[in-house]
């Protein structure tokens, strides 16, 4: 899966999320007491250590590697308990499932966490917040 890169019309290959093995594999639009798909149930979400909650219609409501894991595109892993672990700071997903949510989020104040904000935004391939990211850090040198 690919990633987006700073420099416009390139993109770069960009490791996302944990490969399960065969065993661990499970369809995410599925829910795993029932095995019926209904956006509307809850996806859980280990991001380092900080747990999430949020439905497969968040998920899916943009073109994110996000989205891809519940269209068949990528392999994830999931504990025992059923939580899909993604090996990245947990810091700004909470964020990151606010934009998707409500497609804009108020932006830190302070650059270092809009930074960190980009990186975790171009992981994931949340483009928009990606442009946001960049624009209020171009503002900010100007």
Known sequence: MSGVSDTPGERAEVPLLLVASPADRKPLATSPTTGTSSSSKYVKFNVGG????????????????????????????????????????????????????????PLPEAVREIKELLLEAKYYLIEGLVEDCQQALKVGRE
Do not use: P
């Open 50 to 105: 900080c747990l999430h909650y949020t439905t497969v219609q968040t998920l899916s409501k943009q073109e994110t590697a996000l989205k891809a894991m519940f269209h068949g595109n990528m392999e994830v892993l999931r504990d025992q308990e059923g939580w899909i672990l993604v090996d990245r700071s947990g810091k700004h997903f909470g964020t990151l499932l606010n934009y998707l949510r409500d497609g804009a989020i």
